[in-house]
Structure formats: C-alpha cells, structure tokens
C-alpha cells in the first residue's frame, strides 16, 4: 500500500491541514442572504491547518482574503471546486 498524502492548507500551504474551512462561514449565511444549506456543501469547503481555521474563524472572507493576499492566490489556485455563489460571496469572481 502506498503512503496516502496529507492535504494541505488551502490558504498557506502548511501539509498538516488537519481541519475543514467553510470559506464562507456558516454563522454569516443570514448576514449574506443565502440559506445556511447553500454555504453547508462541499463547494464551500476547503482543507485548512488548524492556525489558519483558528485566525480566520468567522471572519467576512472578503476581509480575511484581502488582509491575506497570498492566501488569495493559493485559494484560487487549489480550491478548484468553489461554487460561483461562494466565490461571489467571497470576493473571488474577479
């Protein structure tokens, strides 16, 4: 058997990404008008290290990202799978 491989962290790249993100917090689906079932699914869910779940918490991702700017891009770049509704909520449709 092969040695299966550890994901990494979404936004900084640590491999110990022991924990799932929902990039846009579920405590904010009111806030941004979307049923808490649109924000519950995988398209809004990422492999983070628990110091980057930890700091973000429930921040408004848009203020996480732009604080981040280098998460930005490595969110973009491994998070393939993102709904257009999470990227538009997050600020990274454009």
């Known amino acids: 058997m092969g040695h299966r491989r550890r994901p990494t962290c979404a936004y900084c790249g ?5 924990t799932i993100d929902h990039v ?3 405590s904010r689906a009111r806030e941004f008008r979307v049923p808490r079932r649109i924000l519950d699914n ?5 492999p ?12 408004h991702p848009r203020q996480w990202l732009d604080d ?6 490595r969110l973009l ?3 393939r799978y993102l709904s257009d ?3 538009r909520l997050a600020g990274l449709d454009g």
Do not use: G, I, M
């Open 85 to 87: 509704t999470v990227r």
């Open 42 to 46: 995988p398209s809004n869910r990422v």
């Open 24 to 26: 846009v917090p579920l």
């Open 14 to 18: 640590a491999e110990n990404a022991d």
């Open 48 to 59: 983070c290290c628990l110091q980057c779940n930890a700091a973000k918490a429930n921040q």
């Open 77 to 79: 770049a491994s998070a």
């Open 68 to 73: 981040h700017p280098e998460y930005r891009r």
